[in-house]
T-cell receptor, first 114, second 109 residues
Framework: DGGITQSPKYLFRKEGQNVTLSCEQN?????MYWYRQDPGQGLRLIYY???????QKGDIAEGYSVSREKKESFPLTVTSAQKNPTAFYLC?????????????FGSGTRLTVV | GQNIDQPTEMTATEGAIVQINCTYQ??????LFWYQQHAGEAPTFLSY????GLEEKGRFSSFLSRSKGYSYLLLKELQMKDSASYLC??????????FGKGTRLSVIA
């Protein structure tokens, strides 16, 4: 069955460390997205990519970086420049030729700074 | 700019009907989605509206009025498992979906 997989489910980071969140999809979707979710804030877009080797900043890209070397993979790095990284991170993908189907989401990664 | 408004919280009784409203102001419009999200889990697709009117799917229905920038999600015969957050999202064109902050629904006995 096709789907989108995020790992790990829980991640703990020490202050000053960079961490990378994994997102892999086997849906053959062109577009992939990273959202951050905080209590009462809804989903806020960090980065998105519509094609391999290209990506765009979202509303809250500062302190984050991404790469899109393969269609299936869109890892997110939370750098030490991100001052308040504790949040729930959601990865999603979509078929740009079938916009009515919306997004398929991964199960999320909960990042905590310790 | 892009703006989507939903009530923050709602409470309803098991077996009842609840309507969750969503108003939007976006630079373009190419469809509106409703997602359900249980705490700590991924959002899951509920409905999609691109034309005015009501779309019914079992206990859930979604309505759209493009002229008013308004949608609602109607949940009938509420069950305890319907306790979740409901997210309204607008496709404003060739850009990522814009999400509202979500409505947290609590179903009580």
């Amino acid at each position: 069955d096709g789907g989108i997989t995020q790992s790990p489910k829980y991640l703990f980071r020490k202050e000053g460390q960079n961490v990378t969140l994994s997102c892999e999809q086997n849906l053959n979707h062109d577009a992939m997205y990273w959202y951050r979710q905080d209590p009462g804030q809804g989903l806020r877009l960090i980065y998105y990519s519509q094609i391999v080797n290209d990506f765009q900043k979202g509303d809250i890209a500062e302190g984050y970086s991404v790469s899109r070397e393969k269609k299936e993979s869109f890892p997110l790095t939370v750098t030490s420049a991100q001052k308040n990284p504790t949040a729930f991170y959601l990865c999603a993908s979509s078929d740009l030729t079938a916009s009515s189907r919306g997004y398929t989401f991964g199960s999320g990664t909960r990042l905590t700074v310790v | 700019g892009q703006n989507i408004d939903q009530p923050t919280e709602m409470t309803a009784t098991e077996g009842a009907i609840v309507q969750i409203n969503c108003t939007y102001q976006t630079s373009g419009f190419n469809g509106l989605f409703w997602y359900q999200q249980h705490a700590g889990e991924a959002p899951t697709f509920l409905s999609y509206n691109v034309l005015d009117g009501l779309e019914e799917k079992g206990r859930f229905s979604s309505f759209l009025s493009r002229s008013k920038g308004y949608s609602y999600l109607l949940l009938k015969e509420l069950q305890m498992k319907d306790s979740a957050s409901y997210l309204c999202a607008v496709n404003s064109g060739n850009t990522p979906l814009v999400f509202g902050k979500g409505t947290r629904l609590s179903v009580i006995a």
